[in-house]
């Protein structure tokens, strides 16, 4: 069978701007994993064609936005590089997360449209906890939940073969009117992952993507509140011999990236939650010709906190290290159950100064319970950590992720609101905002919005008074993948808290 994978298209969300932006978004970007690596499990089966997010489009892109899920918005969006894609095509995979999952129901109605009998799979972190929704919702004809490695490989052999895959864990299907829910499939364990083919970067465009992406762990020892990650409390993670072999793999394929700011992002929610792991995947990584291109990860502060991590980090090219704080204060760190404290922290901050302009510090605001005073208290928090330790802070407004503790409970904050809240961008509309920062006003909105500000303007101030002692060549900011750092402190970037009625265009994003 010939099989079309794809992503639903990236984009932004701009209030002023009135053009398409493409070439801006090409730097730093990278590509979908997911796409590639269930591209290499069923090629041999299979004729496989990736339709890549940085190739995919939608029109027209001048639409009320808070509209959208509507009947006369559906009638009117079109995909133009997908309905080409689809000649001579058996069977389409859609992926998409919860914020996009309006993207990709339209997606399949436009293919319906073309060819009512092509079937249809959803995979993805939203289609496995809303399989049942999506069923009874959409023109979706199968779901595939959970890592998809092994199902969509079994799904498709029964498909070509015209059977029911009523014995194919991990799948959910329509059948003479009702929702079928197979058995839940079993997460990999990491003999199973390092066993996988690697991913197919042969299929991968060029000249589009900044960054390439590589797996080497799943999962997560912890369980914060906020997050929607699958098998929180399971951590597996591939052993190094089978880390390297990937990295190895994707440096091979360094000359299709983009820009001068190339780069490996491991997407592991903890790269270094097994120290010695960690430890041994970098003195390989030392030793290996990695060309021009440098290493991103994400980890934890008691994690990072180990001195033979932060070690072995200064002996291998970093683009950046992700950092998860989230809260400033200990009774937010503690709501969110992340494990940590302002003054261990802090603590990290001053033993890894010398690695500071790789850290970016996350924090999130707004979360149902807090208050203006307590957003107020993580950016001040957050300015203390760039302003001290160095390294940039990035602010983000707190989004409501399916999945994650906060959804379970979100009745008793007062968001009765269920799987429709994602066939549209409701969840992006300042009404929403008031609804799942219940505690916060528009004027406090405001006030927060200003602080970001007023403490940036003070950094940038204080940098132009010192920029005397600076070499004119080396100027005190420098613009990295869209954030500007500074050599005595970041810049707090910040994420828009919703976006108004006036909203009325998609940026394709490629990052």
């Not at 992503?7 to 090409?26: A, G, M, Q, W």
């Not at 689809?86 to 997360?97: F, K, L, R």
């Not at 003479?176 to 690697?198: F, H, Q, W, Y």
């Not at 609804?435 to 303007?457: A, G, V």
């Given at each position: 069978?010939?099989?079309?994978?794809?992503?639903?298209?990236?984009?932004?969300?701009?209030?002023?701007?009135?053009?398409?932006?493409?070439?801006?978004?090409?730097?730093?970007?990278?590509?979908?994993?997911?796409?590639?690596?269930?591209?290499?499990?069923?090629?041999?089966?299979?004729?496989?064609?990736?339709?890549?997010?940085?190739?995919?489009?939608?029109?027209?892109?001048?639409?009320?936005?808070?509209?959208?899920?509507?009947?006369?918005?559906?009638?009117?969006l079109?995909?133009?590089?997908?309905?080409?894609?689809?000649?001579?095509?058996d069977?389409?995979?859609i992926?998409?997360?919860?914020?996009?999952?309006?993207?990709?129901?339209?997606?399949a109605?436009?293919?319906?449209?073309?060819?009512?009998?092509?079937?249809?799979?959803?995979?993805?972190?939203?289609?496995t906890?809303?399989?049942?929704?999506?069923?009874?919702?959409?023109?979706v004809?199968?779901?595939?939940?959970?890592?998809?490695?092994?199902?969509?490989?079994?799904?498709?052999?029964?498909?070509?073969?015209?059977?029911?895959?009523?014995?194919?864990?991990?799948?959910?299907?329509?059948?003479?009117?009702?929702?079928?829910?197979?058995?839940?499939?079993?997460?990999?364990?990491?003999?199973?992952?390092?066993?996988?083919?690697?991913?197919?970067?042969?299929?991968?465009?060029?000249?589009?993507?900044?960054?390439?992406t590589?797996?080497?762990?799943?999962?997560?020892?912890?369980?914060?509140?906020?997050?929607?990650?699958?098998?929180?409390?399971?951590?597996?993670?591939?052993?190094?011999?089978?880390?390297?072999?990937?990295?190895?793999?994707?440096?091979?394929?360094?000359?299709k990236?983009?820009?001068?700011?190339?780069a490996?992002?491991?997407?592991?929610?903890?790269?270094?939650?097994?120290?010695?792991?960690?430890?041994?995947?970098?003195?390989?990584?030392?030793?290996?010709?990695?060309?021009?291109?440098?290493?991103?990860?994400?980890?934890?502060?008691?994690e990072?906190?180990?001195?033979?991590?932060?070690?072995?980090?200064?002996?291998?090219?970093?683009?950046y290290?992700?950092?998860?704080?989230?809260?400033?204060?200990?009774?937010?760190?503690?709501?969110?159950?992340?494990?940590?404290?302002?003054?261990?922290?802090e603590?990290?901050g001053?033993?890894?100064?010398?690695?500071?302009?790789?850290?970016?510090?996350?924090?999130?605001?707004?979360?149902?319970?807090?208050?203006?005073?307590?957003?107020?208290?993580?950016?001040?928090?957050?300015?203390?950590?760039?302003?001290?330790?160095?390294?940039?802070?990035?602010?983000?407004?707190?989004?409501?992720?399916?999945?994650?503790?906060?959804?379970?409970?979100?009745?008793?904050?007062?968001?009765?609101?269920g799987?429709?809240?994602?066939?549209?961008?409701?969840?992006r509309?300042?009404?929403?905002?008031?609804?799942?920062?219940?505690?916060?006003?528009?004027?406090?909105?405001?006030?927060?919005?200003?602080?970001?500000?007023?403490?940036?303007?003070?950094?940038?101030?204080n940098?132009?008074?010192r920029?005397?002692?600076?070499?004119?060549?080396?100027?005190?900011?420098?613009?990295?993948?869209?954030?500007?750092?500074?050599?005595?402190?970041?810049?707090?970037?910040?994420?828009?808290?919703?976006?108004?009625?006036?909203?009325?265009?998609?940026?394709?994003?490629?990052?």
């Amino acid at each position: 069978m010939e099989v079309l994978l794809t992503v639903t298209p990236r984009f932004e969300l701009h209030n002023d701007v009135r053009y398409i932006d493409v070439e801006s978004c090409k730097k730093g970007s990278r590509p979908s994993l997911a796409l590639y690596q269930l591209a290499s499990m069923i090629r041999e089966e299979h004729g496989v064609h990736v339709l890549d997010p940085a190739v995919s489009d939608f029109q027209p892109f001048e639409l009320d936005l808070m509209g959208l899920g509507g009947r006369d918005v559906l009638e009117g969006l079109r995909f133009p590089a997908l309905e080409k894609s689809i000649n001579s095509i058996d069977i389409v995979g859609i992926s998409a997360t919860s914020f996009e999952w309006f993207l990709a129901k339209i997606m399949a109605e436009r293919i319906k449209e073309i060819d009512p009998d092509l079937p249809i799979i959803a995979g993805g972190v939203h289609a496995t906890i809303a399989d049942e929704y999506i069923l009874e919702s959409s023109r979706v004809d199968y779901v595939v939940r959970g890592e998809g490695e092994k199902a969509l490989p079994e799904l498709l052999r029964f498909l070509q073969d015209d059977r029911i895959p009523k014995s194919v864990e991990g799948v959910s299907y329509r059948r003479d009117g009702t929702i079928v829910r197979n058995k839940d499939r079993s997460p990999m364990a990491a003999k199973e992952m390092e066993e996988l083919p690697l991913p197919a970067f042969d299929l991968m465009p060029s000249n589009l993507f900044g960054k390439l992406t590589l797996e080497t762990s799943r999962g997560c020892r912890f369980d914060c509140s906020f997050c929607s990650l699958l098998f929180r409390g399971l951590w597996r993670g591939l052993g190094p011999e089978a880390v390297l072999k990937r990295v190895e793999h994707a440096v091979s394929f360094a000359s299709k990236l983009y820009g001068d700011q190339k780069a490996i992002h491991f997407i592991d929610a903890t790269f270094v939650a097994d120290a010695k792991r960690a430890e041994t995947i970098f003195k390989g990584l030392k030793e290996m010709d990695l060309g021009d291109l440098r290493i991103a990860f994400e980890g934890r502060i008691n994690e990072m906190s180990n001195p033979d991590i932060l070690k072995h980090c200064k002996d291998i090219p970093i683009d950046y290290i992700v950092i998860g704080i989230e809260s400033g204060y200990d009774h937010g760190l503690r709501m969110i159950r992340k494990g940590i404290t302002t003054r261990s922290i802090e603590r990290f901050g001053s033993m890894a100064r010398s690695l500071s302009s790789y850290f970016r510090y996350g924090f999130i605001i707004g979360f149902p319970w807090e208050t203006k005073e307590d957003c107020l208290n993580t950016l001040a928090f957050a300015d203390r950590m760039v302003s001290k330790y160095g390294g940039l802070a990035v602010v983000g407004w707190y989004q409501l992720y399916p999945g994650s503790t906060i959804w379970n409970d979100r009745m008793q904050y007062g968001i009765n609101e269920g799987w429709e809240l994602f066939d549209s961008l409701h969840l992006r509309s300042q009404a929403f905002r008031f609804k799942i920062s219940p505690k916060l006003t528009e004027d406090d909105i405001l006030e927060i919005d200003k602080q970001i500000d007023k403490y940036n303007l003070i950094r940038i101030v204080n940098s132009s008074d010192r920029s005397e002692d600076n070499d004119a060549s080396s100027p005190i900011y420098t613009p990295t993948d869209g954030y500007f750092l500074s050599k005595m402190g970041g810049l707090i970037d910040k994420t828009q808290p919703y976006f108004d009625g006036q909203t009325k265009l998609f940026c394709l994003d490629r990052a």
